[in-house]
């Protein structure tokens, strides 16, 4: 009898390593999901318990650098809820990670200087397609600033002239006419590196107190001093898109071409509200109900808050303290927050030999502050995020203790540092009732050479801010 050979079918044995493969995929899967899921950041008490939490609400998001994974967490009276999500917005990842306005100086050629320097430049090589590259010695050059806005908008700012180091020289490219070349790039019209040994008292590198806000339908900026004939306070932003900047005349002669000058300004600063007794401008905030809040000091050094209308009149003022030490002031910021009816902003003033940090804790409601205080960080903490209770007798102070120093050429992350530093203290008192910290996890990180290896030292912490101020929140 003749044995039966059975017959190889290719479809069949693809379909059954086809289904093989779904369920290994599904597996794999799922288990990578209930591996992010089993993530979770920890709240641990080290000073009193969690009841000392309670009124208070904390909530942020833990990242990692290259991934598009978000384990959100919130804090609610002492109670740490985490949610992980995986592939979040790229919008949702990079909020509160990177400046949404900066402030850039150059400089360019005078105006009065174009046709000498047009007569000296010489192309010193060309590129494969047909671009061509301009040098010239220059004898002075003019500065200028670059405001650019979250809106991807521009305003460029003249700042006077000034003598360079000793044999200057300034730079461009000339590219074909059928590139698209952005009219602020910086080899578009001929510039100079800069002089780096220039005083910062006559060319500050930030005209501005560091941010930006938003003043009804667009954007306005903290005038920091008495400089460039504007006084120090609140300014509208009239910024220019690209479009717009690339429709403007071209106003000046780049060796054979028409540019618009790296020297013509753009968009304007209109004043907003600058009070009289202004010396210096430190922090400008958008809060509710259409209302600006303006953050200065006088001349006497007395720290003042104001509240300004949508029409730019002030609707209240509060001096909160007399300072004795402002000579080296850092910048104001102003910390995370989850409503615009409230701004904690910290600074640091004094010298190498004498440092004091402080929080500015305002509050405020139809045109009027219900809260105006200045306390004294003592402890320096410089916290990354705070919160007031309902009753604003106490502050819940946040820091990201992710520490990333460089050794060398190597980049050390200091885990005993890892996560979150928690204190509450009373405002009346300055007691400190609670400390604790979140644990991010990395202390259960795969390996005892984990962070030796620097495996974890990808880790980022942002906290939830509203969208005015950068964040993702309404």
């Known amino acids: 009898m003749k044995g039966n050979k059975g017959r190889f079918r290719p479809a ?27 993530i979770a950041l920890t709240l ?6 969690a009841s000392q939490l309670e009124g208070f609400t904390l909530s942020g998001q833990m990242g990692w650098d290259r991934y ?16 992980m999500e995986l592939d979040a917005p790229a919008k949702t990842v ?29 192309i010193t090589g060309t590129s494969s397609d047909g671009s061509r590259f301009l040098s010239a010695p220059v ?20 700042a006077g002239e000034t003598a360079p180091e000793e044999y200057a020289t300034v730079f461009a490219a000339l590219y074909p006419l059928s590139s698209d070349v952005y009219e602020l790039n910086t080899d578009y019209d001929y510039a100079w590196t800069g002089n780096s ?9 930030q005209p501005t107190s560091g941010s930006c806000f938003v003043l009804g339908a667009g954007y306005g900026v903290c005038w920091a001093s008495d400089y460039l004939g504007r006084a120090p306070g609140l300014y509208r932003a009239h910024s220019l898109t690209a479009d717009e900047i690339a429709a403007l005349p071209r106003d000046g002669i780049l060796y054979d071409r028409e540019v618009l000058c790296a020297s013509s300004e753009l968009g304007s600063l209109e004043p907003f509200y600058c009070p009289e007794d202004a010396a210096e ?46 000579t080296s002031t850092d910048m104001v910021t102003l910390l995370p927050r989850t409503t615009d009816s409230e701004a904690i902003l910290t600074f640091d003033t004094g010298n190498s030999t004498s440092y004091k940090a402080w929080l500015v804790l305002l509050r405020a409601e139809n045109g009027t502050f219900t809260m105006a205080d200045l306390v004294e960080d003592k402890d320096l903490i410089r916290p990354d995020a705070a919160a007031l209770n309902a009753a604003g007798d106490k502050i819940l102070l946040a820091k990201g203790a992710l520490v990333r120093t460089l050794n060398g050429t190597i980049l050390v992350t200091a885990s005993s540092q890892n996560g979150i530093a928690l204190q509450v203290y009373e405002l009346d008192t300055g007691h400190m009732t609670y400390m604790g910290r979140i644990l991010t996890g990395s202390e259960r ?18 906290f939830d801010t509203l969208q005015k101020d950068g964040g993702t929140l309404p």
């Not at 900066?102 to 320097?117: C, G, H, I, L, M």
């Not at 050059?141 to 003249?158: E, G, K, N, W």
């Open 12 to 38: 069949a044995w693809l379909a059954v390593l086809a289904a093989a493969a779904l369920v290994g995929w599904g597996g794999l899967t799922l288990w990578l999901h209930n591996g992010w899921q089993g």
């Open 44 to 49: 641990h008490d080290q000073i009193a318990d």
């Open 68 to 83: 598009y994974d978000l384990l959100h967490f919130t804090l609610q009276d002492g109670k740490l809820d985490t949610r």
């Open 94 to 122: 990079e909020a509160g990670r990177y400046a949404r306005f900066a402030v850039t100086r150059s400089y360019v050629v005078p105006p009065e200087d174009r046709d000498t320097v047009n007569g000296a430049a010489a």
């Open 139 to 158: 004898d002075s050059v003019y500065r200028m600033y670059t405001l650019q806005f979250p809106d991807d908008t521009v305003i460029r700012l003249a």
């Open 197 to 205: 040994q220039e005083p910062d008292a006559s060319w500050p590198y």
């Open 281 to 326: 401008a430190l922090a400008g905030v958008s809060m509710a109900d259409g209302s600006t809040l303006l953050l200065y000091r006088t001349a006497e050094g007395t720290l003042c808050a104001d509240l300004v209308n949508a029409a730019g009149k002030r609707t209240d003022h509060r001096e909160l303290a007399t300072l004795d030490d402002w």
């Open 445 to 462: 990180d795969w390996a005892r050479f984990y962070q030796t290896r620097l495996l974890h030292a990808d880790r980022f912490i942002t």
